[in-house]
């Protein structure tokens, strides 16, 4: 540990890196609101498993207390000292059948319960990944994949205990709890009032532990959330990491963020284990009063000895649900703890809506406008300044300018990504506010620079972009690219397994897997964003050839810093921070020597040079 530290503090840019990625810890009191929200996911559950679950519960309780009542007072005062031997038989009859009939109820309550909990935790987690998925790009912009992976996963694991044995354990142990109170004061009300003299004390104690253990919870599901977001943006980085010989670098990192967790879930259970010996120094406080006045109760015949021993069996019974109801406090407490973090996440609204009575967009054109369009993405730095655009059904334009310019993000607004801060982005004459996000969408196509291959085989990646298509026309989509022809000399041609991300392919094979994919779901708009980039210029060529054909009565929108891709557009926009500022055809702009003229003749000294 102090070794750790000692390498955390030796860094200082570790450490540095380390706090200003950490999440704040959630500071509110206890919500019982927000608790009983969580507690709503048992209703679907409330007419079978739930009523099945709290009925075996309620025998097992019921016999549980009625069984020390039996031995210490029937069994003792009646069959052994009256010295009744067929009324011993009998009692220990229905004490071994009380037991079996426990055993049994025990057995199904574990399976129940751990059935009902299970569910629970699979529609939390399908809820929470059917939210995350609704949710605008902004969401991700602003959180690393880890972070959110750790809300699906670690959080709702965490609330497993809960779901599974909390929930049941908590109306057993109120039962047993209740039951046995009532019983030892039927018993003798003095000896009673003697034994639980230490509770309040014990109460006092403990409540003050309560928002300790708490806090110290969120810190652990925080400090777990960096880490799991550190692993996985170290998994994904790891060729830049070992290409710049950052590796000591990173593991100097991980080491801080590891320690972290290691203290908080230290302190987190060294807080928490000062719970049960509390109940255990209590219990043997009450045992030394049982005895002592128990004695003297006996002595002046108050009490007789069954009343004892079943008052000695009801008082070890006494702070076993205590004890239990305290753990269930502190898992109250986790789960409080990974329920904010996730309603947080499930409260979050996506700030691109749908309006109730959004249109259905169907026949589409592919007419495309964009009316004083203005953009920013965090409110601070415009990136689209009144942008006034029109690109007409069928026709074939490109967005060229800098790098920051506003190109990908014209894109982004029309597939509404994003929505503008002003003015309006039109298709086929409808504000896309007015239409719904699944029946835009549907008709548009994107292929980015960076392309996403999935886990799976080749042509199940290929038909991501239409799910009905068939085996023929996912090859017929990879032949039209040219992707077919890399595609057969796989070792399994088509149904070749991919990993993620497809590192068994090239740069340029992936980006020809996701044409194909998009060419395969036959869109009316095809967005490519830099999809040629990563491209050789063989197959460059196959797929300029295939465009052609292909792209026949659709609308197209190419961003490229390429320009030599771009030279057959229908219409050019030039921008340059925000604004556009040429637009032409290439000839039209060649002609006026303004900007796209020194982009295009810059690029060509850059290839002479080359």
């Not at 986790?334 to 979050?348: G, K, N, P, Q, V």
């Not at 869109?523 to 460059?540: G, H, M, V």
């Amino acid at each position: 540990m102090d070794t750790s530290n000692a390498k955390r503090r030796a860094n200082p840019n570790v450490m540095n890196r380390f706090r200003y990625s950490q999440e704040q810890v959630i500071e509110k009191p206890f919500n019982w609101k927000q608790m009983a929200r969580l507690l709503a996911y048992l209703k679907p559950y409330s007419k079978k498993l739930l009523p099945k679950s709290i009925i075996v519960v309620l025998i097992t309780t019921i016999i549980r207390l009625a069984i020390p009542l039996i031995i210490g007072y029937l069994v003792l005062e009646h069959a052994i000292v009256e010295k009744n031997t067929s009324l011993l038989i009998i009692l220990i009859s229905i004490v071994a059948a009380l037991y079996f009939i426990s055993y049994i109820g025990n057995y199904y309550r574990i399976r129940w319960t751990n059935e009902l909990g299970q569910n629970v935790i699979y529609d939390l987690r399908k809820d929470l990944f059917t939210h995350v998925q609704s949710l605008s790009h902004n969401f991700f912009d602003k959180r690393s994949a880890g972070s959110i992976l750790v809300r699906i996963m670690n959080d709702t694991n965490s609330l497993q205990e809960l779901f599974t044995n909390g929930v049941i354990n908590i109306l057993m142990d109120i039962v047993l709890l209740i039951g046995i109170i009532g019983i030892m004061f039927s018993l003798s009300p003095p000896l009673t009032l003697a034994v639980m003299v230490i509770l309040p004390i014990m109460f006092l104690i403990t409540t003050k532990l309560r928002r300790n253990i708490r806090r110290s919870w969120q810190s652990v599901r925080t400090v777990q959330a960096k880490l799991n977001s550190h692993l996985n943006e170290s998994l994904q980085g790891i060729r830049i990491t070992q290409s710049f010989t950052q590796e000591q670098e990173n593991m100097a990192f991980f080491d801080g963020v590891n320690t972290d967790t290691l203290d908080s879930f230290n302190d987190a259970i060294k807080k928490n284990a000062m719970f049960r010996p509390f109940v255990e120094i209590t219990n043997a406080i009450g045992t030394v009063i049982l005895i002592w006045f128990g004695a003297h109760l006996l002595q002046t015949q108050d009490i007789t000895l069954g009343v004892f021993v079943s008052f000695a069996f009801y008082l070890g019974m006494f702070w076993e649900p205590i004890s239990r109801l305290g753990q269930i406090y502190n898992q109250l407490l986790m789960a409080m703890a990974s329920s904010e973090r996730i309603f947080e996440y499930l409260d979050e609204q996506p700030l691109v809506g749908e309006k109730e009575d959004a249109l259905e967009l169907s026949d589409v054109k592919g007419h495309i406008k964009f009316e004083d369009v203005v953009f920013s993405y965090d409110e601070k730095r415009t990136a689209l300044k009144g942008i006034n655009l029109e690109i007409q059904p069928g026709e074939t334009i490109a967005l060229v300018g800098h790098t920051g310019s506003g190109k990908t993000t014209i894109a982004n607004l029309i597939s509404r990504f994003y929505d503008a801060t002003s003015g309006n982005v039109l298709i086929d004459g409808y504000n896309i506010k007015d239409i719904t996000l699944k029946s835009l969408r549907k008709n548009i196509s994107i292929v980015l620079q960076d392309t996403f291959i999935f886990s799976g085989t080749i042509i199940e990646n290929i038909r991501f972009g239409r799910p009905d298509a068939t085996d023929e026309e996912v090859k017929a989509a990879a032949t039209a690219i040219g992707a077919d022809t890399f595609i057969q000399k796989l070792p399994n041609g088509y149904d070749t397994e991919v990993e993620e991300r497809g590192n068994i392919l090239s740069v340029g094979e992936r980006q020809l897997l996701s044409f194909a994919r998009a060419l395969l779901a036959d869109p009316k708009i095809l967005i490519l964003d830099e999809a040629t980039a990563s491209i050789d210029t063989e197959s460059e060529v196959k797929i300029q050839t295939a465009l052609k054909q292909l792209l026949k009565g659709r609308t197209s929108i190419i961003i490229a810093h390429r320009l030599s891709t771009i030279r057959d557009s229908d219409q050019i926009f030039v921008l340059d921070h925000g604004n556009i500022i040429e637009q032409g055809n290439h000839e039209q702009l060649m002609s006026h020597h303004g900007e796209y003229y020194k982009l295009v003749s810059a690029q060509f000294q850059m290839l002479n040079a080359m």
